[in-house]
C-alpha cells in the first residue's frame, strides 16, 4: 500500500528473513567472519546465538547466497523438535538423497556416500540448522556422528548451528560435551546500538529506491531505537506500520510525534513492548476495575517470563553439577587404580603385563 503512496520498489521492512536485506552491523559482521573462518578451516561445528529477531536466519541466507556460485553443496534445515532419525531423513531430503523405506543403518550409508562423491568431485558439504535450541539430546548426537564421516583426515560434512540465546545453556550442559569439543567457534549475535539502528533503517529504505519521501527527521531514531531496543524485527514491525500511518494520513515528513503516536498503537494491540511502563510496581497505572484487572494480567504474564528464565538458569546449573561429579568420580577411580599398582609394587604398565 504505502510502497506505492513513496514510490519505493518493494517493501522495506518485510518480516520474513531475505539476504537482499542483510545489513552488515559490526556484530553481524563479526558474525559472518566466524562462519567463513569455520569454512577455510573445514572442520568442526560452528555455533552462532542470538535472541529473537536479532538476524540469525538473515544471516544464514547471507551465507547460503555467497556460497552458491562455490563448490558448496548446501542443506539448510529450519528444527523443529525432530527426533534423531527423523533428522536423518530430514537432512537427506535436504541434500537431495532419497531415504524413502530405508533403515537407519542404510541411510548412513547412503550419505556418507553422498558425501564422499560430493568431496570427489571438489565440493563440500555443508549442513546449516537454524533453531537448533529445539533439537532434542538423541538427534544432536546424530548430528555428531555425521561429523565422523571422513576421508583420511578431511571430514565429509560440516555443520552451522544457529540457535536462540538458551542454546548456549544447552551447549554447557554434561549431555553435550563431546560435541562442544569439536565447536571451533561460537558467537553471539547483539543488537543494534543507536547508530546502527538508523544506518539499518536507512540501508533498507534505500535499498527500495528511496528519495527522502518521506523525510525522516533526525529525531526519530532514537526513539525507534528506545521502543524496539536495537532489534531488527522489531524495527521492522515499526517501520513498516511507521509508513503505512505516513501513507494513510499522507505525510511526507515524518518526526517524532508521528513515531509516538505509531508506538502508542502498537503498544495498545501489544506488539510493542512499552520502555517505560513498571510492572514491578504494586499498583495499577490506572484507576477502576478493569484496568486493575488488566495490570494483573500483564503481571502475571511478566512474572512468568522471568520464572521461567530462572528456571532455565537452574536447568543448566544442574547439568553442570551433575558434569562435574562425573568428573570426580573418574578422577577418584583413576586415583584408585593408580594407588592400587603402586601398593602392588608395579614397575610396569598393564599392557607390559599382559604382554
Given at each position: ?27 553481524h559482521k563479526r558474525a559472518l567472519s566466524y562462519l567463513l ?158 547508530a546502527e539502528t538508523r544506518s539499518y533503517i536507512e540501508h ?63 503498544q495498545e494491540e501489544e506488539i510493542c513492548p512499552d520502555p ?80
Amino acid at each position: 500500500m504505502y510502497e506505492s503512496y513513496y514510490h519505493f520498489t518493494d517493501k522495506p521492512f518485510r518480516l520474513s528473513p531475505d539476504p537482499r536485506y542483510f545489513f552488515s552491523s559490526q556484530s553481524h559482521k563479526r558474525a559472518l567472519s566466524y562462519l567463513l573462518y569455520g569454512l577455510r578451516q573445514g572442520d568442526g561445528f560452528i555455533i552462532i546465538t542470538g535472541d529473537v529477531g536479532t538476524g540469525k536466519s538473515t544471516l544464514l541466507g547471507a551465507l547460503a547466497v555467497a556460497l552458491k556460485d562455490q563448490n558448496f553443496v548446501v542443506a539448510k534445515i529450519v528444527s523443529t523438535q525432530i527426533e534423531a532419525e527423523d533428522l536423518l531423513r530430514t537432512v537427506a531430503a535436504g541434500f537431495g538423497v532419497s531415504s524413502e523405506s530405508d533403515t537407519k543403518a542404510s541411510l548412513l550409508i547412503k550419505l556418507e556416500s553422498f558425501f564422499r562423491d560430493c568431496m570427489h568431485q571438489g565440493r563440500r558439504a555443508l549442513l546449516l540448522i537454524d533453531e537448533a535450541q529445539n533439537l532434542p539430546l538423541r538427534s544432536v548426537e546424530e548430528l555428531r556422528m555425521l561429523s565422523n564421516f571422513q576421508i583420511g583426515n578431511k571430514p565429509l560434512l560440516q555443520t552451522f548451528l544457529l540457535g536462540q540465546r538458551e542454546f548456549r545453556n544447552i551447549m554447557r550442559s554434561g549431555e553435550f560435551e563431546q560435541l562442544r569439543q569439536r565447536v571451533i567457534a561460537a558467537y553471539h549475535l547483539r543488537p543494534l546500538d543507536p547508530a546502527e539502528t538508523r544506518s539499518y533503517i536507512e540501508h533498507r529504505l534505500n535499498f527500495v529506491g528511496w528519495n527522502q519521501d518521506p523525510v525522516l527527521a533526525d529525531d526519530i531514531f532514537l526513539e525507534i531505537y528506545q521502543a524496539t531496543e536495537g532489534i531488527p524485527r522489531r524495527i521492522n514491525v515499526l517501520c513498516d506500520r511507521l509508513l503505512l500511518f505516513g501513507s494513510i494520513e499522507e505525510l511526507h515528513y515524518l518526526d517524532r510525534d508521528v513515531v509516538k503516536t505509531v508506538i502508542g498503537e502498537l503498544q495498545e494491540e501489544e506488539i510493542c513492548p512499552d520502555p517505560e511502563r513498571d510492572f514491578s510496581s504494586t499498583q495499577p497505572l490506572e484507576k477502576g476495575p478493569e484496568a486493575a484487572l488488566q495490570f494483573s494480567a500483564s503481571l502475571n504474564n511478566n512474572l512468568e517470563k522471568r520464572i521461567g528464565a530462572v528456571e532455565a538458569t537452574l536447568d543448566s546449573v544442574q547439568h553442570e553439577l551433575i558434569s562435574t561429579h562425573r568428573a570426580i568420580l573418574e578422577l577418584r577411580d583413576l586415583m584408585t587404580a593408580r594407588g592400587a599398582l603402586d601398593i602392588l609394587g608395579a614397575k610396569t604398565s598393564p599392557l607390559e603385563k599382559v604382554g
